[in-house]
């Protein structure tokens, strides 16, 4: 089971270059946070680039060993750090928590070779994957 964590936000700034040095310190902040959190699996950090005017600038995208870790994520020092850093940098924020087990159903299963490409077969006049023992 893992948990992901996924913000989205909007970022203050009344003009471009304001805007991107928030979006730039806001990144270079949460990116800061990997190999300094206990459980926290993966970090990701994206900004908008579409520009659409119901996008959000920002993603924060993590995933959690367990709920538990996400709960101490939430109150540790280094993230409570940049909070601080990043204040009222933010004009929105939007959040999602959800759990992902790890089952392979039947549809997330490759499918099925077309008949002649299974292991061993070699297509015909196909001489670049002829292995030679």
């Given amino acids: 089971m893992t948990i992901k964590h996924i913000v989205m ?5 009344d003009d471009t270059p304001t805007r991107e040095r928030n979006l730039a310190l806001l ?3 949460f990116e800061s946070l990997r ?8 970090l990701e950090v994206g900004i908008d ?7 959000c600038d920002v993603v924060l995208y993590t995933e959690f060993v367990s709920r538990e870790a996400l709960r101490g994520y939430a109150d540790h020092p280094e993230h409570l750090r940049v ?6 940098l933010r ?7 959800y759990e992902v087990h790890h089952e392979v159903a ?7 070779l077309p008949a002649g490409d299974s292991a061993g077969h070699t297509p ?8 030679t023992l």
Avoid: F
């Fill in 9 to 13: 936000w909007t970022v203050r700034g």
């Fill in 27 to 29: 990144k270079t902040e």
């Fill in 35 to 42: 190999g300094r959190i206990p459980g926290l699996l993966q």
């Fill in 49 to 55: 680039e579409s520009r659409i005017d119901y996008a």
């Fill in 83 to 88: 909070r601080r850093m990043l204040g009222d």
């Fill in 91 to 97: 004009t929105a924020r939007h959040q999602v928590d």
């Fill in 106 to 112: 039947a549809t997330d299963r490759a499918p099925p």
């Fill in 124 to 131: 015909p006049g196909d001489n670049h994957h002829v292995q």
